[in-house]
């Protein structure tokens, strides 16, 4: 693995370049001050995690696999806060070592879970919720709340108001199973909330690609756009809320209500920009 580089785009000029070798990119928060890395050595057991202010380029704290300590070899998602105060790591371990010294009851059971750094006071916070159940997560760009979404598309909003410990779950709409290439997230103003699900539906035999919008605030769905409803409707890949909030840039692709097409006629991937409320 390379040196991680954080570059000046203007004036090209390396502003932080990582150290141990083996570190990577954990979460960027939403509004682009703050960084969160991991680094290891070579055995997977020396691992820190950081949470850099990218306006000074000086990391704020680290987390180190001594003691107490998480490592995040094989994190499956994570998220940072806008004040970068809370960091959320889901797959990470508990670490293996113990005052310098390998424990081998974490060795030989590694459990994966989902846990949360309070970096300001320091300290780790597990969510009650399976490491392997979180597929994406996300944080609102305006407050400290945290959207996850599991394998069967349930998105529970987290609060650290009551210690991330009472989840508020969002209606489903159409059941479906998602897929790792799956994501949510808040719109500029943090006051929707999207998510896609390209996995397969409820008879697991058609991929469904659809897309979700939430009132954040009602905890409502507002629109739901279901492409196996109709046939050669095309599926959600990937969608970007625009600057404005109220709109986004939606990647589709395919036919998805469709058995008939040949494969080599299928639609390639087109860009259009839908209206949030009405997702047309």
């Known amino acids: 693995s390379a040196p991680m580089h954080l570059d000046d785009i203007q004036t090209g000029d390396t502003l932080l370049e990582s150290a141990p070798q083996y570190e990577s990119i954990l979460a960027i928060s939403p509004n682009h001050q703050w960084l969160a890395t991991n680094g290891c050595d070579e055995t997977g057991l020396e691992c820190q995690i950081r949470v850099w202010d990218l306006n000074t380029i000086k990391p704020t704290l680290k987390n180190t696999s001594q003691g107490v300590g998480v490592i995040c070899s094989n994190c499956t998602s994570s998220a940072l806060s806008s004040n970068g105060r809370w960091l959320v790591l889901g797959g990470a371990q508990k670490s293996a070592l113990q005052d310098g010294v390998p424990n081998d009851d974490i060795m030989s059971e590694p459990v994966e879970f989902v846990t949360v750094w309070d970096v300001q006071n320091d300290r780790l916070l597990d969510l009650p919720i399976s490491g392997n159940d ?86 409502q769905l507002l629109r739901e756009y279901d492409p196996s409803s109709a046939d050669l409707l095309p599926g959600v890949v990937r969608f970007e809320f625009a600057p404005d909030g109220k709109s986004m840039f939606v990647v589709t692709e395919g036919d998805v209500g469709s058995t008939s097409v040949d494969e080599r006629f299928r639609p390639g991937p087109q860009i259009e920009r839908w209206a949030v409320d009405t997702l047309k």
């Open 134 to 219: 979180v597929v994406t997560m996300a944080f609102s760009p305006v407050e400290d709340i945290l959207a996850t979404m599991d394998w069967d598309g349930i998105i529970k909003l987290w609060s650290p108001e009551n210690g991330f410990s009472s989840p508020i779950e969002l209606p489903i709409g159409k059941t479906v199973m998602v897929s790792d290439l799956d994501r949510i997230a808040f719109s500029p103003d943090g006051s929707r909330l999207a998510a896609t699900a390209w996995g397969l539906d409820s008879t697991e035999s058609v991929q469904i690609g659809s897309l979700r919008v939430y009132d954040v605030q009602s905890h």
